[in-house]
């Protein structure tokens, strides 16, 4: 093994921070990326570890459909009410994967996420037509395995979708005049909220992903949640319009 920083968020905002950084791994049971990291298969600078995200847990019934978080253990999925009335074999199949300690160990959403040929899970979500929910959208299970060991998984799926809502914030106070320049916010951002500063802050991110993207995602988004606070702000859709950035707005305004 060698040296990683370990950390245990206990909330997905802060697990996408933490995330942010791209030499970091998320991990859920550890059963298959402990092993990675001992052959060197896998060289992390930081191991976030997912556990403790209670958001990301449970079986629920939403009218005909199981809804299995990502964090939950075969075990529970083995034992499940819920999931033995509604599709039995799914519970079959969780008791049987590996031994007692991978059943109490491993998650449903590190073997779907990692997709492994020989794993179980995979052919069950395929087999059901489940449906693979992220922070960011809803993907078929036949769009999400692309092959073996691979994902339609984005690594920054989580990732935008939290950070979006902080570029739009940002863009209001411009608007209203509480801030005056984009690095002003950049410079709160990263002193006093934990924004990871080799990002340069939420204004300087955004410019990275171009304001027209920003635009569409925050559309996307709004239309995928339902939520109205996710619609670009003026100030982005004029700037977006322009072809336009916050560091151009922020020089002008020197
Ligand atoms: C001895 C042994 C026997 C096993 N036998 C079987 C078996 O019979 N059948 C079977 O199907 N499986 C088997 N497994 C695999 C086991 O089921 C684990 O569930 C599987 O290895 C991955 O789950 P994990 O939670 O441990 O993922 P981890 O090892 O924590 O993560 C695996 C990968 O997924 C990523 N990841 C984890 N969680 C998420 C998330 N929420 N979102 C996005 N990415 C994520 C990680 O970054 C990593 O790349 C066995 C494992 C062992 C060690």
């Given amino acids: 093994m060698y040296d990683f920083a370990y950390h245990k968020p206990t909330s997905l905002a802060d697990a996408v921070k933490l995330l942010a950084d791209p030499d970091a791994k998320a991990v859920s049971g550890g059963h ?6 001992k052959h060197r298969l896998n060289k992390p600078t930081a191991l ?17 459909a199981i809804i299995i ?115 002003d916010i950049d410079v709160i951002f990263t002193n006093g909220f934990g924004w990871p500063a080799w990002r340069g802050g939420p204004m300087f991110w955004a410019d990275t992903l171009g304001l027209k993207a920003v635009r569409d995602k925050l559309n996307k988004y709004a239309e995928a949640t339902g939520d109205k606070n996710l619609r670009p702000t003026a100030l982005i859709e004029k700037l977006a319009d322009e072809g336009g950035s916050f560091a151009a707005m922020g020089k002008s305004k020197v």
């Fill in 32 to 37: 298959t990326l402990i092993p990675a990291l």
């Fill in 48 to 64: 976030v570890d997912l556990s403790g995200i209670a958001e990301m847990k449970g079986i629920r019934r939403e009218g005909n």
């Fill in 69 to 183: 978080g990502a964090l939950t253990r075969h075990v529970e999925v083995a034992n499940s009410a819920e999931v033995k009335a509604a599709i039995p074999a799914l519970a079959y199949l969780a008791s049987h994967i590996g031994d007692v300690q991978v059943r109490n160990r491993g998650t449903i959403g590190g073997s779907v996420s990692n997709n492994d040929p020989a794993a179980d899970y995979p052919a069950a979500v395929l087999g059901l037509g489940a449906t693979i929910h992220t922070n960011k959208r809803k993907i078929a299970a036949d769009d999400f395995f692309q092959g073996m060991f691979t994902t339609a998984l984005e690594a920054d799926e989580i990732l935008e979708r939290l950070l979006l809502p902080m570029v739009n914030e940002g863009a209001r106070i411009l608007e209203e005049g509480i801030a005056s320049r984009p690095i």
